[in-house]
């Protein structure tokens, strides 16, 4: 066979051949389904480092390069000519929104951004002080409660309002999360404000107050902020089958409600070695506290007895600068010189970026910041709690969740996800 891989068992001399099949770019994969039935085996590939677990059209990353692409376009173009929405109409649609089809969206969006009464005692069951991300997961799973007929949709205008419903309702539910974890009363959405400028104003706003964007007022809405957020929604609006979009695939895969896959997603995206990333660089920026002590906090993360890493540097895929860092770093520049910033822990973050830039161990490894190093510092001068950092990488992923599970609906062929073990028990 030409256009194949052959597989030698040297303990019997057998040879195996397996096809060879080509995206549009990227690597080519060797499809490896019938491997087992021919050859007795399984193959072992811990933490996926080498398998493509399914066909997709929606994001494309060359690692190598440093690129990201959704739909084909950009990232660093759509991140600096369309609004998140416009970002969300392309994943979903698969091309961008004319003004009209933009307008019409953004508006539906406005209208489904309320949740329903009773599940605002969902949120008052939990302890106040609870994480909003599990506040978030929780209700995300609950919302099928409330749209069970999402369990029988067959047809793609069901998949689109299905997936709208979620887009528009999930700065709500991170908000009343939010909201909740600190003992505030809840903060209905304003139809009035944008998506972004919504999801700060139900954050933000005393009860019964009122609250516009304003360059000088201090608890109001900066054009600055929002313009800001809006961009950090677009960079994690989708980003391949990372853990969090397996997540949510495999649960699709058994054919369980979408909204329930979606919670699975946020479970996935909590851990520190994913979105998690983002308050932990946070945390880790205080426990460091001061610019002379990253020196000693550079050694423990290059000390190989010591199992402290340095929270938002390295990824699975980009061994180059990741895009989305890049514009993040951009954008923080730019918020520096605007806001007048210039915080110790934006001075300790840039002397951990200069060192590890330059230090063997990082470069050997090819370990670059990535979004979440410069997110957390960002959203940090933006005066968001930490504790919502990661539900806002929530927020910004629930489109690239929902259309890979429409996605996965839509493939002929799909099968429930159901890997194998090496058993070394009993
Ligand atoms: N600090 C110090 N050393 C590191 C780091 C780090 N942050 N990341 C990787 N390494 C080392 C690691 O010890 C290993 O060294 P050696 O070859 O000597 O054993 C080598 O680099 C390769 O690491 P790995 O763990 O095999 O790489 P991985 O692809 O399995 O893990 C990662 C990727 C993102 C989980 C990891 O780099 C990490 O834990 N980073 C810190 C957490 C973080 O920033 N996560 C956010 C990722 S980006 C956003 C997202 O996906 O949500």
């Known amino acids: 066979m030409n256009n194949s891989v052959t597989v030698i068992d040297n303990r019997t001399g057998k040879s195996y051949d397996f096809k060879i099949l080509n995206g549009t770019r990227g690597p080519s994969v060797v499809d490896i389904s019938s491997f087992y039935a021919d050859t007795g085996m399984?193959?072992?590939?811990?933490?996926?480092?080498?398998?493509?677990?399914?066909?997709?059209?929606?994001?494309?990353?060359?690692?190598?390069?440093?690129?990201?692409?959704y739909r084909g376009i950009k990232i660093e173009k759509l991140a600096e000519e369309n609004s998140y929405?416009?970002?969300c109409y392309l994943l979903l649609n698969d091309a961008l929104p004319s003004q009209e089809e933009s307008k019409k969206f953004d508006l539906e969006l406005r209208h489904r951004s309320f949740l329903h009464e009773e599940l605002l005692e969902l949120f008052k069951a939990f302890p106040?002080?609870?994480?909003?991300?599990?506040?978030?997961?929780?209700?995300?799973?609950?919302?099928?409660?409330f749209h069970f007929n999402h369990l029988?949709?067959?047809?793609?205008?069901?998949?689109?309002t299905?997936?709208?419903?979620i887009v528009a309702k999930m700065p709500t539910i991170a908000a009343f999360a939010y909201r909740h974890s600190i003992g505030a009363s809840f903060i209905q959405p304003d139809i009035t404000r944008s998506y972004t400028e919504n999801f700060l104003y139900m954050m933000r706003a005393y009860p019964g107050g009122k609250m516009h964007v304003d360059p000088d007022g201090e608890r109001s809405i900066k054009e600055i902020e929002i313009k800001a957020l809006d961009t950090i929604f677009t960079l994690h609006?989708?980003?391949?089958?990372?853990?969090?979009?397996?997540?949510?695939?495999?649960?699709?895969?058994?054919?369980?409600?979408?909204y329930v896959a979606i919670s699975a997603g946020i479970s996935a995206l909590w851990g520190r070695a994913h979105g998690g990333a983002n308050e932990s660089?946070?945390?880790q920026l205080e426990m460091i506290g001061s610019v002379e002590n990253v020196d000693a906090f550079i050694s423990r993360a290059k000390d190989p007895e010591d199992e402290f890493r340095l929270m938002g540097f390295g990824h699975r895929v980009y061994k180059n600068f990741d895009p989305r860092a890049r514009v993040l770093k951009n954008l923080q520049v730019q918020l520096q010189d605007e806001l007048?910033?210039?915080?110790?822990?934006?001075?300790?973050?840039?002397?951990?970026?200069?060192?590890?830039?330059?230090?063997?161990?990082?470069?050997?490894?090819?370990?670059?910041?990535?979004?979440d190093f410069y997110s957390g510092v960002i959203l940090t001068a933006l005066k968001i709690p930490t504790s919502m950092f990661t539900p806002i990488f929530v927020i910004g992923r629930t489109v690239g969740w929902i259309s890979q599970w429409i996605e996965f609906k839509k493939s002929k062929g799909t099968k429930i996800a159901r890997p194998r073990q090496l058993y070394l028990g009993k």
């Open 128 to 145: 106040s002080g609870s994480h909003p991300m599990a506040t978030l997961s929780a209700a995300a799973a609950a919302l099928s409660t």
């Open 42 to 69: 399984f193959t072992f590939d811990n933490g996926y480092t080498s398998t493509a677990s399914c066909t997709s059209s929606i994001t494309f990353i060359d690692g190598a390069k440093g690129e990201l692409l």
């Open 340 to 371: 007048h910033l210039d915080s110790n822990l934006m001075q300790i973050a840039s002397k951990i970026e200069e060192i590890a830039l330059n230090d063997e161990y990082f470069v050997s490894r090819k370990l670059y910041p990535n979004i």
């Open 281 to 283: 660089v946070i945390k």
């Open 162 to 165: 299905m997936a709208r419903r």
């Open 237 to 258: 609006a989708d980003h391949e089958q990372n853990a969090s979009t397996t997540s949510v695939r495999n649960v699709a895969s058994t054919g369980a409600h979408p």
């Open 85 to 87: 929405l416009d970002v």
């Open 152 to 160: 029988d949709m067959c047809n793609e205008s069901e998949y689109q």
